[in-house]
């Protein structure tokens, strides 16, 4: 038997940026050759100094890359791994954004595929009650961050589905419908829908398509770059709560996680295009609220580093419609103007929003008008493009969903832009 490492050490491609150490808490060292070269950044906001630091920053970049709530405690039962380190030690090899954990003396190894199919994978994901990961050989180190369970693949221009092994790079990540929950229904057609009538109303959004033998939601991942050779790129990314130095658990406002005046003072800070990426981030509310996604916080918005593109926020992701479930908090994540309630929210809540963000309630109000009058067309469209692919039942809640968009968007817009 092997001897636990007491650390596991970063890699940023072939050069080591630094390791981080088995304490409490976590603890993080940079590499002197990481310090003293060329591509050195810093990994989110952990200060790019020499020594050991065991920071809230680094908690929250190392601790966001693993998976929430209930997914993270099956995934300690099952690995018998009860601390941050542990868990990282067990699943975190490839992870969101750019970097690999591997044990010391290893270095990153060639990527290994697994091709299979969308009816093995199916008849897997009928035998398992909680996390999606076991369709991997056990001791695959793969850590996708969220509460709600998934699974990595490659799929490459044939169009097999792929399981990528140990630390190897995925294309896309599979979200089977969510089971946990009894009320939540065909949580994939719901995502699927939603994402694509982001799309379709013109905001940058991650492209997916849903695959009916799995009945999931399929993403393809913007933090992967296919290369002309064939292999993958692995891209820095960061979500808004590693940068703002918050842990997961603390990913909502109420809870002191940043608010939306923290998510834009980071787009100012750290974004190439600041301008046209904070009226992303504010269409990207106004889509929220109107489409019912309650769900919508700040590890849900990330930013990235595209070579000849500076840095950016990402495409959106992980959208879906929330209020049509009972049980689910009937708050927004972001208080708007001092309010959570979606039902209560108004004009004067608008303008509060608008000097919080410095932005002129104008021009709000001109982008909240502007998304109401696309979800209408965008909702159609995408839940005519995915409705063949679904089962009679998805399909009434693909129905279901466009007539609550309709109705939201609707009494929502004319009290924001009254």
């Known amino acids: 038997m092997q001897p636990r490492p007491d650390r596991l050490d970063v890699y940023y491609g072939s050069e080591l940026a630094g390791a981080v150490h088995d304490s409490a808490p976590l603890a993080f060292e940079?590499?002197?050759?990481?310090?003293?070269g060329a591509?050195?950044?810093s990994l989110a906001a952990i200060p790019l100094q020499p020594g050991r630091q065991a920071t809230p920053e680094v908690q929250?970049?190392?601790e966001n890359l693993l998976p929430e709530g209930e997914l993270r405690d099956y995934l300690a039962a099952q690995r018998k791994a009860s601390t941050l380190f542990s868990l990282l030690l067990e699943v975190a090899g490839d992870t969101a954004g750019a970097f690999v954990l591997v044990a010391p003396g290893q270095t990153p190894e060639p990527p290994r595929y697994e091709a299979t199919s969308w009816e093995a994978i199916a008849a897997v994901l009928a035998k398992r009650s909680a996390s999606t990961i076991d369709i991997h050989e056990q001791g695959a180190r793969i850590s996708l961050a969220g509460a709600q369970d998934k699974t990595s693949l490659a799929i490459f221009d044939d169009g097999i589905p792929r399981l990528p092994k140990g630390t190897s790079p995925s294309t896309h990540i599979l979200k089977p419908s969510i089971r946990r929950l009894a009320k939540v229904w065909h949580s994939a057609a719901n995502e699927s829908i939603v994402m694509r009538a982001a799309a379709l109303a013109d905001l940058p959004t991650a492209e997916v398509f849903y695959e009916p033998r799995t009945e999931a939601c399929v993403v393809r991942r913007f933090d992967r770059q296919l290369r002309p050779d064939g292999t993958l790129a692995r891209l820095v990314q960061y979500d808004l709560c590693q940068l703002a130095g918050t842990v997961s658990d603390r990913k909502y406002e109420k809870e002191g996680g940043p608010g939306l005046?923290?998510?834009?003072?980071?787009i100012r800070r750290y974004s190439a295009q600041p301008a046209v990426d904070l009226r992303h981030l504010v269409r990207w509310v106004?889509?929220?609220?109107?489409v019912g996604n309650n769900d919508s916080h700040a590890k849900n918005l990330s930013i990235y580093s595209v070579p000849g593109q500076g840095v950016t926020l990402t495409p959106f992701y992980d959208l879906m419609c929330t209020?049509?479930?009972p049980g689910l908090s009937p708050e927004f994540a972001f208080a708007i103007g001092g309010e959570v309630r979606p039902g209560e929210m108004g004009a004067d809540h608008l303008a509060l929003m608008?000097?919080?963000l410095g932005m002129q309630p104008r021009f709000l109000s001109q982008q909240a008008r502007d998304m109401a009058d696309r979800m209408p067309t965008a909702v159609d469209q995408a839940a005519r493009e995915i409705a063949p692919e679904l089962t009679p039942s998805a399909r009434t809640l693909a129905e279901r969903l466009e007539r609550f968009v309709l109705s939201t968007t609707k009494k929502l817009a004319a009290r924001l832009t009254a």
Not at 30 to 36: E, G, H, I, R
Not at 286 to 290: D, M, Q, R
């Open 39 to 41: 591509q050195r950044m």
């Open 261 to 266: 005046a923290t998510c834009a003072e980071l």
């Open 60 to 62: 929250a970049f190392f």
């Open 30 to 36: 940079y590499a002197s050759t990481w310090l003293d």
């Open 286 to 290: 106004f889509f929220n609220l109107y």
């Open 354 to 356: 608008a000097r919080q």
């Open 323 to 325: 209020r049509l479930y």
